[in-house]
C-alpha cells in the first residue's frame, strides 16, 4: 500500500489514455462519415451543375446558328436574288451562286466548333435530298428518338448525355421548322422527297454535339481542393475538441472524488453523533469503511496508556479463532505498524491464517493491509483489513481523508471513557460513605428503641395474663355462635337449591307451554285456511258466473259467502299477529320514515271513508318537526290504521282529527325508558262514543271490547288494540288514552324521533327483537309483490294513489337503483323499486307506472325476457320502458318495444332529459304517423284501421314526397312500403335514419313483397318491426303501432280493443302445459284444478309428497310446473321438494310452495328447500294465475 501513489497514477494515466483513444475514434468516424457525404453531395450538384451548363451552352449555340441563318435568308437571299444570283447548294460548281441558308448555317457551325473544343453541327431530316442522302437521314438510335419527340413536341428540345472513350459529351436536338419563305421552293423543286409542305411543319433536326472533358477536370479539380480545405479545418477541430474535453474530463473527476470524499466524511460524521462506547463507535467504524473498500473482514485495535493495542472491533471476525488480541510495539504486525507509523501490506498468506468465512464456504484472503491511524503524530490505533482479492488503486485515496476523523473520534471516546470510569470510582466512595454513616446512626437508634421495648414488655406481661383469662371465655362462646350458623347456612342451601329446580322446572313447562302455543297456532291456521281456502276460491268463481247459470239472487247469495270467507280470514291473520307479538317472533324494520307519505298515504286510504259518512277528516303535521324519523314504517301505520279505523268505527257524525307534533321534554307521564329521547306524538282525536273510565284499560286487552253484550252496535274481533299495544312495545314507545263518553276520545302514540336497533321495549319480559327486513303477507298483497319476499329497497309502493304519477325501477344494483330512485323523485315522481325480473312484472301489472327503468342484467330472469313480457300483456304494453344496460342489446332492446336505450355507465343528467323527453312526447294531443305507400287502397284501409281521434295518419306516395315531410315534420311513427316507384324501401329506411329528427322514430315494415336475406339484415339494424301483408297483417300492424306509440288499451275503439285482444289472449301461453297439482286436501285439489283447467293447462294430481314421485316417475313428459302443500302426510312438501330437486330433469322446474301456516320460519324453510316462490292460503287465484304465466311464459327472442 505505501506504492499506492504510484499505482494511482498509473492508473489514472491508463484511464486517460483510453479515455482518449475512445474520443479520437468516434470523432474521426464522424469526420470521415462527414467528409464522404460532403464529397458526394458536392459532386453530385457539381454534376448537375455542369449537365445544366452544358445544355445552355448548346440551346445558345443553336440559337446562333438559327439567328444567323434567319439574318441570312432575310438579308442577303433576297438581295442576291434581286441581283440575279442563283441560291443553291451545289455553289461551288456555279458561278454567280451563293449557299443555300442551311448549308450556309452547317458550314459555320463546322468552323465553330473547330475552335470550340470539338464541338460538332448537323442538320438532318427523315426526308433528304438526294445529294444529302448519305449525311442527312436518321443514322442512329438518338436521331430517330429525338425526331418521334421533336415532331410532337416541336417547341421543346431533346438532349442525351453519352459517353465514349474520349469522355462523356452531350447531344442536343432542336427541330427545324418548316418557314413560310421554304414552303413553295421546297414544294415546287423537281427533286423533293415531299411536296406536301406546310408552315410549321418539323423538316428536320438541328443537332449540337457537345465535348464535357474539359468542364467535368475543371470542377473536379475544384472540387477536390475543396475536400482537402475541409480535411484541414476539420482536423483542427478534432485536436480543439479533444483537448478542451480531456481538461472537462479531469476536472469533473476531480469534483466527483472530491464530491464523494465529503460525502464519506458527512457519513462517517454521523455515525459519531451521541455518547458512545469505544466498543460500538469502533464496530460502527469497520461497518462503515470495510463495504468502502470492498474488505471482507476488519479489526481495529487501540493503544492504552502502556502502549499496548487491544482489539476493541470486528467485522466478519470469528473472535474464538483469534490467537491473540493484543500486541505491544514491534510485535507482530500490528505492533510493527504502530512502530513505523507507515501503511503494510502482507499479499504471501500462509494456510493457516483466519479464513473467511460464510454459509456457502470459507476461503484464505488474498491480501491483508494495516494503516495507523495518528491523533497529533502519535499513533493511537491500528485499523487491520483482508480481502479475498487485491485492493485497488483507490483504495489508499478513500481511507487518506477519512483517518483524522476516526483518530479525533477515537481519541474524543476514548476521553470520555476515562472521565466516566473517574467519575463512577468517586461516586462509589460517596456512597460508601454515606451507608457507614446511616448504618451508626440506625444502631444507635436501635440500640435505645430496644432498652425502651425491654421495660415496656415487663408491664405488658403483667396485664397479658389477665386479658388471656377473658379471651379464652370469649372463644368458647364464639365456637359455639359459628356452628349455629353453619347448620342455618346448610339448610338455607338445600332450600336454594330445591328452589332453582323449581324454577328450572317451571321455565321449562312455560318454554313447553309457548312451544305448544305456537304448534297449535300453526295447526289451526293450516286447518282454518285449508278449508277456507276452497271456500274462497269456489265462492269466487260462482261469483264470476261465467257459464251464467245462476240468478242474480244466488249470485248475491255466493258474494255473502265469500264476503264472510274474507272476514273470516282477517281475524285469523289478526290472531296470528297477536300471537307473533306475544311470542316475540315479530321483527322491526328500522329505516327512514316519511312523515309527508305517511300523512298523505292515510290520507288517500281514508278520505272515502270520511266522505261516505259525512264527518270531516283532517291531519295536520307540526312544522317543527324533520321531514324523516328513524322507526318501522310498516308498524307505525298499522297502529295509526288501527286507531283511525276505530275511530271512524264509532263516529257517526263530527270529526276525526290525525295530529304529529313534536311531544316536550319536560311533560311527565310517560315512561322511564323515553327518558332523554326525543319524543313524536301522533294524536288520533274523535267526536265519537267515547269510552267509560272503567273500560279504558280493559279495552287493551286481548278479545275485550268497551260493549261486550251478544247485540251490541258495533262489530269487532276487539284485537286491533291489542296488537297496537304489542307494537308500540315493540317500537320503542307509549300509548295514553283519553276520553269521555258520549263526547269522543283521544289515543295517543308517543315514539322516540330516532328508534336505535338496541333501544329496549317497555315490557323488559318480551324479548328484544333484532330488527331485520320483512315484508308481510298483507304488505305482498297491498304491494302487488309475491307474498313473503323481502322489500329490497325503501320506497314509495305504501304512499301509492291512483292520482299519483309513478315510476317502476327494475335494477339489481342496489347503490344506482337508490340514486334513481332520489332522482325520480326529485323529478315529482313516486318511485317504486325491486331487483328482480318477475316482481318488476307483477308490480307493472298492479301499479300501472307511468315508465319502466329496466336493467338487462337481473339476477332471477333476464331483462330482455321482461320486456318481452310486459310488451305482450295488454295491461302494460302502453308503459314506456326505458332500458338501462352495459350489455350490447341495443337492436333486440327497440325491436321488442323499449322507448329507450341507455348504455351504462350513464350520468343521472342524461337519464332526466329523456324521461322529461319521453313524458313531453306521450302526453302529446294528437299522434302523427307517416304512411308512405303509392297504392291509394292500401291507404284507405290503413287510415281506416289506424286512425282514432288522438292520431292523425300522413300519406306519401313517394320516397321523395316522404323525405321532404320528414324534413318539416317530426313524426311518431312511419309505416312503409318496400315497392315504391322512385327507389327501394330499403334505401328510405337508410335515408330515413340518417335525418338527426328521425333517428330515434319508430320504423315499420308494412310489404307484400317476399323480403331476402339480405334485405333483412339491413331492415332490422334500421327498422322495430316488419309486417308481411296476408291475412292476419291488419291485426299485427295495429298491435305494432299501438306498442310503439304507447296506447293505452281504453284509449282506442272498441273494434281496436277487441282486435288487440284477439292478439294477446293471456291464456293462451297455458293452454297444453303440463302441471302437478299436490295436495292432501281433496277439496282445495278440486277447487284448484278447476280454475286452472279453464286456462287450458293439463292438471295432474297428487294427494301427497310421494304420491308426486310417483306420478314425476310415470310422467312420459316431464312436468312444466309443480304446485307443492308443504304440509301432507306421509311425506310432506318440504321433503318432497328437496327430492325433486335431486332429479336432473327438474333442478330449474318452478315448485311454488303453498302453505296454511303463516309462521314467519315457514318461507324460509320453503325456500331453502328448493321452492322458487312461496303463496299462503287461502289462494288468490288471480295472482297464482299471473304467478303461472311469468314462470310458463316462453321467450320468443
Known amino acids: 500500500m505505501s506504492k499506492g501513489n504510484g499505482k494511482l497514477a498509473e492508473s489514472h494515466y491508463r484511464s486517460e489514455k483510453a479515455y482518449l483513444i475512445k474520443l479520437f475514434t468516434t470523432l474521426f468516424v464522424i469526420f470521415a462519415i462527414t467528409c464522404f457525404s460532403l464529397y458526394s453531395f458536392t459532386d453530385n450538384v457539381n454534376t448537375k451543375l455542369t449537365e445544366k451548363a452544358a445544355i445552355n451552352s448548346a440551346e445558345i449555340y443553336i440559337k446562333a446558328l438559327e439567328e444567323f441563318r434567319t439574318v441570312y435568308t432575310s438579308e442577303v437571299v433576297n438581295t442576291a436574288k434581286l441581283q440575279g444570283l442563283e441560291i443553291t447548294h451545289d455553289y461551288h460548281n456555279k458561278s454567280n451562286a451563293i449557299p443555300l441558308p442551311a448549308t450556309l448555317s452547317m458550314l459555320l457551325g463546322e468552323r465553330m466548333g473547330d475552335g470550340i473544343n470539338g464541338t460538332k453541327t448537323r442538320l438532318y431530316s427523315p426526308f433528304p435530298f438526294p445529294w444529302r442522302e448519305a449525311e442527312g437521314g436518321l443514322k442512329d438510335t438518338f436521331s430517330h428518338e429525338a425526331w418521334a419527340f421533336l415532331k410532337n413536341s416541336p417547341q421543346q428540345s431533346y438532349s442525351k448525355f453519352e459517353e465514349n472513350e474520349q469522355g462523356q459529351f452531350l447531344r442536343f436536338a432542336k427541330a427545324d421548322l ?28 438541328l443537332e449540337v454535339t457537345l465535348p464535357l472533358s474539359s468542364s467535368t477536370a475543371y470542377s473536379n479539380e475544384s472540387l477536390l481542393n475543396l475536400f482537402w480545405l475541409l480535411v484541414a479545418i476539420s482536423s483542427v477541430g478534432i485536436a480543439t475538441i479533444s483537448f478542451f474535453s480531456v481538461r472537462v474530463r479531469r476536472a469533473t473527476q476531480r469534483l466527483a472524488e472530491n464530491s464523494l470524499t465529503k460525502e464519506r466524511q458527512n457519513s462517517l460524521n454521523n455515525l459519531f453523533t451521541g455518547e458512545q462506547t469505544l466498543d460500538g ?76 468465512s460464510s454459509g456457502l464456504g470459507e476461503a484464505l484472503p488474498k491480501v491483508i493491509g494495516l494503516i495507523p491511524i495518528k491523533y497529533k503524530s502519535n499513533v493511537i490505533a491500528v485499523l487491520e483489513f483482508s480481502s479475498l482479492a487485491h485492493f485497488e488503486e483507490a483504495t489508499h485515496e478513500i481511507l487518506l481523508p477519512l483517518l483524522d476523523i476516526i483518530a479525533t473520534a477515537l481519541q474524543t471516546s476514548q476521553s470520555r471513557s476515562s472521565i466516566d470510569n473517574l467519575l463512577k470510582v468517586n461516586q462509589e466512595q460517596v456512597s460508601e460513605l454515606k451507608t457507614q454513616q446511616e448504618e451508626l446512626t440506625s444502631a444507635n437508634q436501635i440500640l435505645e428503641e430496644q432498652t425502651l421495648q425491654l421495660r415496656q414488655s415487663e408491664n405488658e406481661l403483667k396485664a397479658s395474663e389477665e386479658e388471656l383469662k377473658l379471651q379464652s371465655d370469649q372463644l368458647r362462646a364464639s365456637n359455639e355462635e359459628l356452628e349455629e350458623k353453619q347448620e342455618s347456612l346448610q339448610r338455607q342451601t338445600t332450600q336454594l337449591i330445591t328452589s332453582k329446580k323449581e324454577l328450572e322446572k317451571s321455565a321449562e313447562n312455560l318454554s313447553q307451554a309457548s312451544k305448544y302455543k305456537s304448534e297449535f297456532l300453526a295447526n289451526m291456521s293450516h286447518e282454518l285456511r285449508t278449508p277456507l281456502n276452497s271456500i274462497l276460491i269456489l265462492s269466487k268463481i260462482l261469483t264470476e ?42 321483527d322491526i324494520n328500522i329505516d327512514a320514515v316519511s312523515l309527508n307519505n305517511i300523512s298523505q298515504h292515510l290520507t288517500n286510504l281514508f278520505n272515502p271513508v270520511a266522505t261516505n259518512k259525512g264527518i270531516d277528516f283532517t291531519i295536520t303535521i307540526d312544522e317543527k318537526l324533520p321531514e324523516f324519523i328513524q322507526t318501522d314504517h310498516q308498524r307505525l301505520e298499522q297502529i295509526l290504521k288501527n286507531f283511525l279505523s276505530n275511530a271512524f268505527k264509532f263516529t257517526k257524525d263530527g270529526e276525526v282529527c290525525l295530529s304529529i307534533e313534536q311531544f316536550s321534554i ?47 252496535e258495533y262489530g269487532g274481533t276487539g284485537l286491533g288494540l291489542s296488537i297496537s299495544r304489542e307494537l308500540t312495545r315493540l317500537l320503542g314507545g307509549e300509548i295514553k288514552l ?12 308517543y315514539l322516540p324521533q330516532n328508534l336505535s336497533i338496541t333501544q329496549p321495549v317497555l315490557n323488559s319480559s318480551l324479548p328484544i327483537v333484532t330488527p331485520v327486513k320483512e315484508i308481510t303477507n298483507n304488505d305482498a298483497q297491498e304491494s302487488g309483490a309475491i307474498k313473503g319476499v323481502p322489500l329490497w329497497l ?35 315522481f313516486k318511485a317504486i323499486a325491486t331487483n328482480m325480473g318477475r316482481e318488476g312484472i307483477f308490480l307493472a301489472k298492479d301499479f300501472c307506472p307511468s315508465g319502466i327503468l329496466l336493467d338487462l342484467g337481473l339476477p332471477d330472469i333476464d331483462g ?42 350513464t350520468e343521472t343528467a342524461t337519464i332526466t332529459s329523456v324521461l322529461q323527453d319521453s313524458f313531453g312526447k306521450l302526453t302529446k294531443d294528437v299522434k302523427k304517423i307517416l304512411l308512405v305507400e303509392d297504392d291509394n287502397n292500401a291507404q284507405i284501409a290503413v287510415k281506416h284501421l289506424l286512425e282514432t281521434p288522438d292520431i292523425n295518419v300522413t300519406f306519401a306516395d313517394t320516397a321523395t314526397e316522404a323525405c321532404q315531410l320528414l324534413s318539416h315534420q317530426q313524426y311518431d311513427c312511419i309505416i312503409l312500403d318496400l315497392g315504391l316507384p322512385d327507389i327501394s324501401g330499403t334505401e328510405l329506411v337508410q335515408t330515413i335514419r340518417s335525418q338527426e329528427n328521425s333517428i330515434n322514430t319508430p320504423i315499420i315494415i308494412y310489404t307484400g313483397q317476399e323480403i331476402t336475406k339480405e334485405q333483412q339484415q339491413v331492415l332490422e339494424k334500421f327498422s322495430l318491426s316488419i309486417v308481411i301483408k296476408g291475412a292476419e297483417s291488419p291485426e299485427r300492424l295495429l298491435d305494432d303501432v299501438a306498442m310503439f306509440l304507447h296506447q293505452v288499451e281504453h284509449g282506442l275503439s272498441i273494434e281496436q280493443q277487441e282486435t288487440l285482444k284477439m292478439l294477446h289472449d293471456e291464456n293462451e301461453m297455458l293452454k297444453g302445459r303440463r302441471v302437478l297439482v299436490v295436495d292432501d286436501d281433496l277439496r282445495n285439489v278440486f277447487a284448484i284444478t278447476r280454475v286452472l283447467e279453464t286456462t287450458g293447462l293439463k292438471i295432474t294430481q297428487a294427494e301427497n309428497g310421494q304420491a308426486a314421485l310417483d306420478a314425476i316417475g310415470r310422467a312420459k313428459q316431464p312436468f312444466e310446473l309443480i304446485l307443492m302443500d308443504m304440509m301432507m302426510p306421509i311425506m310432506d312438501g318440504i321433503e318432497a321438494t328437496q327430492k325433486i330437486r335431486e332429479m336432473a330433469l327438474y333442478q330449474s322446474t318452478p315448485i311454488i310452495a303453498l302453505t296454511a301456516k303463516a309462521m314467519p320460519s315457514d318461507r324460509s324453510k320453503c325456500i331453502e328447500a328448493g321452492a322458487s316462490e312461496y303463496l299462503t292460503k287461502p289462494l288468490d287465484m288471480d295472482k297464482l294465475l299471473s304467478i303461472l304465466r311469468v314462470w310458463l311464459y316462453q321467450r320468443k327472442y
Open 178 to 205: 418548316m418557314r413560310e419563305s421554304c414552303v413553295n421552293c421546297h414544294n415546287s423543286h423537281e427533286f423533293t422527297p415531299k411536296n406536301d409542305w406546310k408552315v410549321g411543319d418539323v423538316r428536320g433536326i
Open 281 to 356: 463507535l469502533a464496530n460502527k467504524i469497520l461497518s462503515f469503511l470495510a463495504p468502502e473498500i470492498r474488505a471482507n473482514q476488519a479489526a481495529l485495535f487501540l493503544s492504552d496508556s502502556k502502549d499496548e493495542y487491544h482489539l476493541i472491533g470486528s467485522y466478519a471476525v470469528e473472535l474464538n479463532q483469534l490467537k491473540q488480541t493484543s500486541f505491544k510495539l514491534g510485535q507482530g504486525l500490528v505492533g510493527q505498524c504502530a512502530q513505523e507509523g507507515v501503511a503494510l501490506t502482507v499479499d504471501a498468506i500462509p494456510t493457516d491464517y483466519m479464513k473467511v
Open 545 to 586: 258466473n261465467k257459464d251464467e247459470n245462476l240468478t242474480l239472487k244466488q249470485v248475491e247469495e255466493v258474494d255473502i259467502i265469500h264476503q264472510g270467507g274474507q272476514s273470516l280470514l282477517t281475524l285469523i291473520n289478526d290472531i296470528m299477529d297477536l300471537s307473533k307479538v306475544e311470542a316475540g317472533m315479530l
Open 666 to 712: 319536560g311533560t311527565k307521564g310517560l315512561s322511564s325508558i323515553l327518558d332523554g329521547c326525543s319524543v313524536i306524538a301522533f294524536s288520533v282525536t274523535d267526536t265519537g262514543i267515547g269510552i267509560a273510565l272503567d273500560k279504558q284499560k280493559a279495552i287493551f286487552e286481548s278479545f275485550q271490547q268497551a260493549d261486550g253484550a251478544t247485540n251490541r
Open 738 to 749: 283519553t276520553s269521555q263518553q258520549g263526547k269522543g276520545s283521544c289515543f295517543t302514540l
Open 794 to 828: 325503501s320506497d314509495d309502493r305504501h304512499i301509492f294513489s291512483l292520482a299519483d304519477r309513478t315510476l317502476l325501477i327494475i335494477e339489481d344494483d342496489k347503490v344506482f337503483a337508490k340514486i334513481l330512485v332520489e332522482l325520480v323523485r326529485s323529478m315529482g
Open 864 to 905: 330482455l325476457q321482461v320486456l318481452e313480457q310486459l310488451k305482450n300483456n295488454l295491461k302494460t304494453r302502453h308503459i314506456p320502458v326505458h332500458v338501462l344496460s352495459a350489455k350490447d342489446k341495443k337492436v333486440e332492446s327497440l325491436n321488442l318495444g323499449a322507448l329507450n336505450y341507455l348504455d351504462k355507465p
